[in-house]
């Protein structure tokens, strides 16, 4: 998955936000995983 962000952030962009928004996707994606694996997501 790719997901690009743009703007501008006090303190940058990337070293504000980035470690934050991939962990939120990546525990989304797990539980879509899980989902279509199992048909339960939690």
Do not use: C, F, S
């Amino acid at each position: 998955m790719t997901y690009d962000v743009g703007g501008y952030a006090k303190g940058g962009l990337a070293e504000t936000y980035a470690g934050p928004v991939d962990q939120v996707l990546g525990e989304q994606l797990m539980r879509l995983k899980k989902a279509v694996e199992t048909g339960k997501p939690d």
